[in-house]
């Protein structure tokens, strides 16, 4: 694979998915498969296979293993909009296609719920969709005002939950933790004090009170609210600790000569999977909170196929800007048990 690296790092606003902006045309913008093209080669769909589209969405993934040869897909989803709006999918690959509406931390279940117990392929496409950023009624975006909600499931705390509830300290604590917001305490202050008078019950709330304290220079295209909106995000729906179980269970699933594709958007996912990978692989990898530490192992259970990640090109990043922050990093299975 032909990969595209950048001169330099980015910090965790930078690389966050998608990009929020203006949509050609002033219109929304459906979701576009991200490096479509490099995960079909790694994955490289054979006829009889088993596959798990963990992060189905729109089924842009989905469709294309399915095309790229008569395999079977079980996609999954803990968003009930996009199972819903997969029967057209559903029917066009009839008996080929599976769907649950599970995260995919629960892909063991999913899958031994229908008789599947060893996969060829699992491929994760991280974070928040485009059609979750451009329907305001879901409060992901801080461009488009809507409820202050960001759950990607229909049920559980919400980011208004955190922000009319929470204590100042544990507040500023998510929003650096989880966005690396350099003024985080900042913020939570102010948060703390206007909820006094209202609660805050909308996205354009929030995002208007970020803009305040920490100012906002006229043309400048990142809003000052991206690192707390991805902050509350991230927490409100355990993104985190659901990619550290998700990576486990396809170590499980997968069996000798399985490929595990993942696609993430900024660096906090980006750490968690490249860690994953290495430490499975039998490399070092710098420590991190969110996976436990395997240990040497002389029986690797991943052999890492790309060390440094693919990145989309120019052209693809030019049709869609909002895959400028992806990186694709994949592995595979070895015939060695798993370590979790």
Not at 94 to 122: C, N, Q, Y
Not at 157 to 184: H, M, P, Q
Not at 263 to 275: A, C, G, N, T, Y
């Amino acid at each position: 694979m032909k990969r595209r690296r950048r001169g330099g790092t980015r910090d965790v606003a930078d690389r966050g998915r998608p990009v929020e902006g203006p949509s050609p045309d002033s219109g929304p913008i459906r979701h576009i498969p991200v490096l479509l093209r490099e995960v079909l080669e790694a994955l490289h769909p054979g006829v009889g296979e088993r596959f798990i589209d963990g992060t189905f969405g729109a089924g842009g993934y989905a469709r294309a293993i399915l095309e790229a040869a008569h395999c079977d897909v079980l996609g999954l989803d803990r968003d009930p909009t996009a199972i819903a709006g997969a029967c057209a999918l559903e029917t066009a690959f009839a008996g080929r296609l599976k769907l649950a509406e599970t995260p995919f931390s629960e892909m063991e279940d999913a899958a031994h719920g229908i008789g599947w117990d060893a996969l060829d392929g699992v491929v994760l496409d991280l974070g928040v969709s485009s059609m979750q950023l451009d329907e305001a009624e879901r409060g992901f975006s801080f461009m488009r005002d809507g409820p202050l909600d960001m759950r990607m499931s229909s049920s559980g705390l919400s980011a208004a939950d955190v922000v009319n509830t929470y204590e100042k300290d544990a507040i500023a604590d998510i929003l650096y933790t989880f966005g690396e917001e350099r003024r985080s305490r900042a913020i939570a202050a102010a948060i703390v004090k206007d909820r006094e008078t209202a609660p805050f019950e909308r996205t354009g709330q929030l995002a208007a009170l970020i803009a305040r304290v920490l100012g906002h220079k006229p043309g400048d295209p990142k809003h000052p609210a991206t690192r707390s909106f991805q902050a509350l995000r991230l927490y409100v729906n355990d993104e985190l600790g659901e990619l550290t179980r998700a990576l486990e269970a396809a170590e499980r699933l997968l069996k000798p000569g399985g490929r595990l594709v993942v696609v993430s958007f900024h660096s906090l996912e980006d750490r968690i999977v490249k860690r994953f990978l290495a430490e499975r692989s039998g490399k070092r990898a710098k420590a991190s909170r969110y996976i436990p530490d395997a240990g040497d192992s002389t029986a690797p259970t991943f052999e890492l196929r790309d060390r440094h990640g693919v990145e989309p090109g120019e052209d693809e990043v030019a049709a869609n800007p909002r895959a400028r922050s992806a990186r694709l990093r994949w592995a595979v299975r070895t015939d060695a048990p798993p370590l979790a």
